[in-house]
């Protein structure tokens, strides 16, 4: 799937900045609910690099009786076989929850430019799901992490995952 390339854009009154696309966050989100009719956790990622998606997923933790199979991992795992390189660089994360730790960091190993992200860490341990509580801008300033976060993107679709997830007799936290 191709996006029309977006750049930065010149915002009247404020600096340049990068709006997100509704497409790639939807992509995340269609993602994640066929993780949900799989009986996986409702999470999903893509991630665009100039305007082509270049990795898409679901949670694959259950399936794949692997813990650190998050959305995010996978979706970094998948563009970077894709591109036969390890760094991302101006690459954009899309994801329906904040990014946890460990994706926060294997985003920063990847060079990812920006995180755009729904619903919260928080959200997700409401939920039931056992977060470290770091948020992504505390693990920005504490690293020293150069990564753009743009926060609640979309969030209310984002969060419906969480109550279609919730209605599943099959649920299961980790
Ligand atoms: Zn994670």
Redesign the pocket.
């Known amino acids: 799937m191709a996006f029309a390339i977006r750049r930065d854009v010149e915002v009247p009154g404020e600096e340049r900045r990068y709006l997100p696309e509704a497409k790639a966050m939807r992509r995340a989100i269609a993602a994640a609910r066929d993780g949900i009719g799989q009986g996986e956790s409702p999470?999903g990622a893509c991630i665009v690099l100039e305007g082509e998606v270049i990795g898409t997923a679901h949670n694959c933790v259950w399936g794949s009786t692997d813990i650190t199979r998050?959305?995010?991992?996978v979706a970094i795992s998948e563009a970077c076989k894709r591109l036969s390189r390890i760094h991302l660089s101006g690459a954009v994360l899309y994801a329906t929850c904040e990014?946890?730790?460990?994706?926060?960091a294997?985003s920063h190993w990847a060079d990812i430019e920006r995180i755009v992200f729904g619903a919260e860490i928080s959200d997700a341990a409401r939920f039931g799901f056992r977060e470290l509580s770091i948020p992504n801008l505390t693990m920005k300033e504490l690293g020293g992490s150069g990564i753009e976060i743009i926060p609640g993107f979309l969030r209310d679709e984002c969060l419906a995952l969480f109550e279609e997830w919730a209605q599943r007799p099959d649920r299961k936290t980790y």
Request: proline share 17%; with cysteine; glycine share 0%.
């Open positions: 999470f998050h959305a995010e991992i990014p946890c730790p460990m994706c926060y294997a």
